[in-house]
C-alpha cells in the first residue's frame, strides 16, 4: 500500500494497515533546518522541491506540503508589504485600514496581478517539481490560509477582531468574499500543477478567539463556498483550526469535508460527537509536546494515541499545528515510527 493510497483509504473510514502519519505543513521549519528562509527556498533553482521532497521523506510523513507561499503577493499587489524571513512571511504593512476599504479594490485584477508575481509564479513551480519526483505515491497537500483568516490577514487580527464585535455585519462578510475568490482563484491553480489535498488554515476562527456563533455566520459559509467550488478539481478538503474546537465538530462535520486538524481537543470524543462523517487529523501539541518532551515520551505518546482511535478509523496521526522552529527532527521520527508500529 503506498503513502497515497494509505491516506485516501483513511479519509473514506476503509481498513488499512495501519495509521498514517503527516505534518500539518513544515516548509518553514525545513527552510530554517537548511539555514535558508521561504524566499530563499523559492530562489533554488528547482524552487526548493527537491530539498522538500528529501526532508519530509527523513521525517516520515506520508503527506507532503507545497504551495504555502503562494497567495502572500496579494497582500503585496494591494498595496502592503510582506517579508518572507527565516521563521514566517511576516506582513510588514496591512493592505486595508479598514473594512470599507476593500471597496477599492477589483478582485478578478488582484488575481490576475497575483498570478505574474514571481513569488507566485515559483511557488507553482516548486509544486509541479514536486509532482514530478514523487510521483503518484505520495499526496501533496497545500494551500494558505481560509478566506476568514486571510480576511483577518489584510486589516490585521487585532483590527478584524474589533470589527467582528462592532462592525456592520455585511461589511465583514464582504471583505471575507473577497478573500474566498482570491483563496479559490490559486487553490485552482495549485490543483492544475498536481495538488491532491487541499489544506485551509483557519487560525484567526480559534475558539479562543471568536464564539461558535461567529464561526457558523462568517467562517464556515466561505470555507464551505471555496469547497465546493475546488471538488470538482480535488475533492479532498482538510480545514485546520487552532484552539479549543471541541463546539465546531459537529458543524464541521456536517458540512462533508474531509479532514478536520485539530489542536486542544479530546481526539476519541471529537471522533464520536462526528458520527464518523470526517477523519481527524493531530493532535500532538507541537510546544507542549514535541519542542519540550524526549523522543521516548514522544514515541509513547503517539503510540497511545493511534490505539485510542484505532476502533474508530479516519485517522491520521500528526502535530496539533504547523512545526515550532526548535522541534527536533528525532522527536518527528518518533511520531513516524508510532504510526508504522501501530
Given at each position: 500500500m503506498t503513502n497515497k493510497e494509505r491516506v485516501l483509504k483513511t479519509l473514506r473510514f476503509e481498513q488499512t494497515d495501519r495509521a498514517p502519519f503527516a505534518v500539518l505543513n513544515g516548509q518553514m521549519w525545513i527552510a530554517a533546518r537548511h539555514g535558508l528562509t521561504m524566499a530563499s527556498l523559492l530562489d533554488l533553482p528547482d524552487a526548493g522541491a527537491r530539498l522538500l521532497v528529501d526532508a519530509y521523506r527523513e521525517i516520515g510523513t506520508e503527506i507532503m506540503t507545497s504551495g504555502c507561499s503562494a497567495a502572500w503577493p496579494m497582500m503585496e499587489v494591494m498595496g502592503g508589504k510582506v517579508e518572507m524571513n527565516a521563521?514566517?512571511?511576516?506582513?510588514?504593512?496591512?493592505?486595508?485600514?479598514?473594512?470599507?476599504d476593500i471597496a477599492k479594490f477589483d478582485v478578478e485584477k488582484v488575481i490576475a496581478d497575483m498570478r505574474a508575481d514571481r513569488w507566485y509564479?515559483?511557488?507553482i513551480l516548486q509544486l509541479r517539481e514536486m509532482r514530478k519526483i514523487v510521483g503518484d505515491e505520495t499526496m501533496i497537500g497545500g494551500g494558505f490560509f481560509g478566506?476568514?483568516?486571510?480576511?483577518?490577514?489584510m486589516l490585521?487580527?487585532?483590527?478584524?477582531?474589533?470589527?467582528?464585535?462592532t462592525g456592520e455585519e455585511e461589511d465583514v462578510k464582504r471583505l471575507v468574499d473577497f478573500a474566498a475568490?482570491?483563496?479559490i482563484a490559486y487553490l485552482e491553480d495549485l490543483t492544475d500543477n498536481g495538488l491532491d489535498l487541499v489544506t485551509v488554515p483557519e487560525p484567526a476562527a480559534s475558539g479562543d478567539l471568536i464564539r461558535p456563533s461567529d464561526f457558523e455566520k462568517f467562517v464556515l459559509p466561505a470555507d464551505v463556498k471555496v469547497m465546493e467550488r475546488i471538488a470538482p478539481k480535488c475533492p479532498n478538503y482538510l480545514i485546520h483550526i487552532c484552539g479549543k474546537t471541541d463546539k465546531l465538530v459537529p458543524v464541521v462535520a456536517a458540512t462533508g469535508m474531509s479532514v478536520f486538524s485539530v489542536d486542544s481537543i479530546?481526539?476519541?470524543?471529537?471522533?464520536?460527537d462526528s458520527a464518523g462523517r470526517c477523519a481527524f487529523f493531530g493532535n500532538l501539541s507541537p510546544a507542549g509536546i514535541l519542542a519540550s518532551k524526549p523522543a521516548d515520551e514522544v514515541y509513547a505518546l503517539s503510540k497511545a494515541l493511534c490505539a485510542s482511535m484505532k476502533p474508530y478509523g479516519g485517522f491520521i496521526?500528526?502535530?496539533?499545528?504547523?512545526?515550532?522552529p526548535n522541534i527536533p527532527l528525532e522527536n518527528l521520527q518518533a511520531m513516524a515510527r508510532a504510526a508504522r508500529e501501530s
Open positions: 521563521l514566517a512571511a511576516e506582513i510588514l504593512v496591512r493592505p486595508l485600514g479598514s473594512l470599507e509564479q515559483r511557488t478566506p476568514f483568516t486571510m480576511a483577518a490577514q490585521g487580527v487585532e483590527d478584524f477582531m474589533v470589527e467582528l464585535m475568490e482570491i483563496v479530546n481526539m476519541v470524543r471529537a471522533q464520536l496521526l500528526a502535530p496539533g499545528c504547523d512545526l515550532a
